[in-house]
């Protein structure tokens, strides 16, 4: 427990590097993980394979270092989220006139937003441009961390670019608050981690039959929001451009797994054109669908 309330407070301090002194670290981290612990290497190099089984050897690894390289730079990253200045993320992290224009007019007819993104570009920095550039309530749900320490850094970090940052399984109440209150909000949930499979919604992703959380389809319907997609594209080391795209209008008329099936169409059309800046340390594939029972 102490160790951990030490390191927390060491990464608060890290927080105040310059930009440039943080890549510098990053770049350290990366070589640590690509060469010395090899993190999670084998979990990389398989998904890697099994999602671009076109690609030869040499550039599935090539893709692989520039994934830790990614990797490092989110996490030195988002530790600088802590107290990094408006102007300064402002510079760096900014939405494209036509993008901007999707949620502008959203806000303008009176709608809520459900925003789906994956764990790809610096997604930890999308409450940030978001919450900067309209003036909707930005509401991230998020897991809790188990380490209570890490947990309030993250916590700490996160709040300070969303107006509020709500656990998962607090969801649904915290949007009927909203609702009765008449805010005006965009609830943004993470939708390609790996569910367990009996009760996913099933699609090809990435030459893999892949399960989808089907709960994000399930609350944009109860809502009656519309759903757009959201991707931070990495522009260059430290810059990002954040894109959106329509899923629904209307979830409700849509057939049931077709918000989840085209979500996963963009985010793996993201993917295609920058696979370096995808969680691929992440056990994305470790359920299969013949795994699933006749009776699910």
């Known amino acids: 427990m102490i160790l951990s309330q030490v390191t927390a407070a060491l990464i608060?301090?890290?927080?105040?590097?310059?930009?440039?002194?943080?890549?510098?670290?990053?770049?350290?981290?990366?070589?640590?993980?690509?060469?010395?612990?090899?993190?999670?290497?084998?979990?990389?190099?398989?998904?890697?394979?099994?999602?671009?089984?076109?690609?030869?050897?040499?550039?599935?690894?090539?893709?692989?270092?520039?994934?830790?390289?990614?990797?490092?730079?989110?996490?030195?990253?988002?530790?600088?989220?802590?107290?990094?200045r408006d102007?300064?993320?402002l510079s760096r992290c900014t939405i494209a006139e036509e993008d901007k224009v999707i949620l502008q007019d959203y806000f303008e007819k009176g709608y809520n937003i459900t925003g789906l993104l994956g764990h790809f570009g610096n997604w930890e920095w999308v409450p940030g441009v978001v919450s900067r550039h309209l003036p909707y309530l930005v509401v991230p749900a998020y897991k809790p961390l188990s380490n209570k320490a890490f947990d309030r850094l993250?916590?700490?970090?996160?709040s300070r670019h969303a107006h509020e940052l709500v656990p998962r399984s607090q969801v649904s109440r915290a949007v009927v608050r909203y609702l009765r209150e008449g805010k005006p909000f965009v609830l943004g949930l993470i939708a390609d981690q790996a569910p367990k499979p009996k009760n996913a919604y099933w699609t090809r992703f990435l030459s893999q039959d892949t399960p989808v959380y089907s709960g994000p389809e399930k609350l944009a319907r109860s809502l009656k929001t519309p759903v757009v997609f959201v991707a931070l594209r990495r522009q260059k080391r430290g810059h990002y451009l954040l894109h959106v795209e329509k899923i629904a209008d209307r979830p409700g008329e849509m057939k049931e797994g077709e918000i989840s099936a085209r979500f996963m169409a963009l985010l793996e059309k993201e993917i295609q054109a920058d696979p370096r800046s995808w969680l691929w340390s992440h056990?994305?594939?470790?359920?299969?669908?013949?795994?699933?029972?006749?009776?699910?």
């Open 154 to 158: 993250m916590l700490e970090t996160r």
């Open 87 to 89: 102007h300064d993320f």
């Open 12 to 84: 608060r301090l890290m927080s105040r590097l310059p930009m440039g002194a943080l890549h510098a670290i990053s770049s350290f981290l990366a070589f640590w993980m690509i060469y010395i612990i090899r993190y999670r290497r084998a979990v990389v190099i398989s998904n890697l394979k099994n999602a671009f089984p076109e690609k030869p050897e040499r550039q599935i690894r090539a893709i692989a270092r520039g994934f830790y390289r990614h990797l490092a730079d989110v996490i030195v990253e988002t530790i600088k989220l802590n107290t990094i």
């Open 283 to 296: 056990r994305r594939w470790k359920h299969k669908k013949h795994s699933v029972s006749v009776d699910s």
